[in-house]
């Protein structure tokens, strides 16, 4: 892997890059195929790495994290995708849509009842905000929440929540008020086993299959109003702000895929002879490999260029949805583009399980869907490019 000429890393970062480099190759590279096989959740590994602080890295020493700054979060989730994007992603939802949210919006005890064990790896944190009639137009959700003395009321069901059937708290979104609606969503936070609550089967998914994703079902289910996230009617902007963090997650993991199935692909174009040379050497295998590692690039550009906007927006307040969608648009399209490149250019045996090849090809396809598909993506970065939002 290259080093980029535009950003010159601090000790701490390339510490950091470092661990989780080591540890992604020892721990995780080893098991990764089985339990994409087996569809089991990776409870020990992922245990390793809270106990290494690669869950909270950006949440400060007093709440359970390590306290830097979004590069290092960037640079070690890079690492963990390369390896395994389950994994990743279990580390993202983590540290960006789970833990940030709560430090950004959350009171002096919501932080450390609901980071702390997060942050510090012993527990697993989700969001859910996704319902089966909206994606996309998150705004019309149909689950409601009604207040009743000292709790609210929680009823609905929300789908496609990663790690909802492990997670042991919840960030989870509901209208107060749907005459409102965007204006009229409010966040929860919720504890697993809080009477009410009951979680979905697990999804049977194309690929991250060692990540559990499931639907969670509200039915009466009664929290404390101390565990309202933010005043009423401020949960969509909230849910807004914290995908912003997380799409910098998910196109990270798009770039780590992405990275291991051009670095298989970059030694199988050398290693591998047809017609009397390396297939590299055939320009139509060549210039795949340009336009793989040109793609990687650019999209390493971009994710370090929202990670910086983000530690930028923790003084100055600015959003930073703009360099955050087009970190995810592109580097999860680059991801799919390589991962095919790499399957074509393995041929027969990029087609088969006994390479991780078909695995990367199969993982990349969701980070084009989840935090907001491409189009989403677009849509973002048109209308703030057009001045319409
Ligand atoms: N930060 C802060 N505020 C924001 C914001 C942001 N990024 N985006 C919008 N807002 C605010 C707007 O300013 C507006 O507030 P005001 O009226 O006060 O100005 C309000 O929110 C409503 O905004 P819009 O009118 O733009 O809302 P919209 O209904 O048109 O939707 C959207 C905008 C971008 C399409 C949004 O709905 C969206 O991002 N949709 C995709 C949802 C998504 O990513 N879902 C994935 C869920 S998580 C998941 O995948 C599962 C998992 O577990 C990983």
């Known amino acids: 892997m290259s080093e980029l000429a535009l950003f010159s890393l601090s000790e701490e970062h390339k510490m950091i890059r470092e661990a989780a480099r080591d540890f992604a190759q020892n721990e995780i590279v080893p098991i990764a195929a089985e339990f994409d096989e087996s569809g089991e959740f990776p409870h020990a590994t992922i245990r390793k790495m809270g106990g290494m602080g690669f869950m909270g890295i950006e949440i400060p020493e007093e709440y359970g994290g390590v306290g830097?700054?979004?590069?290092?979060?960037?640079?070690?989730?890079?690492?963990?995708?390369?390896?395994?994007?389950?994994?990743?992603?279990?580390?993202?939802?983590?540290?960006?849509?789970?833990?940030?949210?709560?430090?950004?919006?959350?009171?002096?005890?919501?932080?450390?009842?609901?980071?702390?064990?997060?942050?510090?790896?012993?527990?697993?944190?989700?969001?859910?905000?996704?319902?089966?009639?909206?994606?996309?137009?998150?705004?019309?959700?149909k689950s409601r929440a009604r207040r009743d003395?000292?709790?609210?009321?929680?009823?609905?069901?929300?789908s496609w929540v990663t790690s909802g059937p492990v997670a042991d708290y919840y960030v989870v979104f509901m209208m107060t008020d749907p005459e409102k609606r965007q204006k009229g969503v409010t966040a929860f936070l919720v504890e697993a086993g809080?009477?009410?609550?009951?979680?979905?089967?697990?999804?049977?998914?194309?690929?991250?299959?060692?990540?559990?994703?499931?639907?969670?079902?509200?039915?009466?289910?009664?929290?404390?109003?101390?565990?309202?996230?933010?005043?009423?009617?401020?949960?969509?902007?909230?849910?807004?702000?914290?995908?912003?963090?997380?799409?910098?997650?998910?196109?990270?993991?798009?770039?780590?895929?992405?990275?291991?199935?051009?670095?298989a692909?970059?030694?199988y174009a050398v290693e591998r002879e047809a017609f009397g040379q390396p297939i590299g050497a055939f320009q139509g295998t060549g210039f795949k490999i340009a336009d793989m590692k040109t793609r990687i690039e650019a999209s390493r550009l971009l994710i370090y260029n929202a990670a910086m906007a983000k530690e930028k927006s923790k003084q100055d307040g600015r959003r930073y949805s703009l360099e955050a969608s087009m970190a995810k648009l592109f580097a999860s399209e680059t991801a799919?583009?390589?991962?095919?490149?790499?399957v074509q250019i393995h041929g027969g045996l990029g087609y088969s399980r006994e390479l991780p090849i078909e695995r990367y090809f199969r993982d990349a396809k969701i980070t084009e869907i989840y935090e907001g598909t491409s189009e989403i993506q677009r849509l973002v970065i048109s209308r703030s490019e057009l001045g319409l939002k």
């Open 194 to 263: 809080t009477p009410g609550l009951t979680r979905g089967k697990k999804e049977p998914k194309l690929g991250i299959r060692a990540s559990a994703t499931s639907e969670l079902i509200f039915e009466n289910c009664r929290v404390p109003a101390a565990n309202r996230l933010g005043a009423e009617g401020e949960g969509f902007k909230i849910a807004m702000t914290v995908l912003d963090a997380g799409r910098i997650g998910i196109a990270t993991q798009a770039l780590g895929i992405a990275e291991a199935a051009y670095e």
């Open 149 to 158: 003395g000292d709790s609210y009321v929680l009823n609905g069901r929300k």
């Open 68 to 141: 830097m700054d979004t590069l290092a979060y960037v640079l070690a989730l890079e690492e963990i995708c390369r390896a395994d994007a389950s994994h990743g992603v279990i580390m993202s939802v983590n540290n960006s849509l789970y833990c940030h949210g709560i430090m950004k919006f959350g009171t002096e005890e919501q932080k450390q009842k609901f980071v702390t064990p997060v942050a510090s790896g012993k527990s697993i944190g989700a969001y859910s905000l996704t319902e089966p009639q909206s994606g996309s137009d998150a705004g019309t959700m």
């Open 265 to 267: 692909a970059r030694r």
């Open 336 to 342: 799919m583009y390589v991962t095919h490149q790499a």
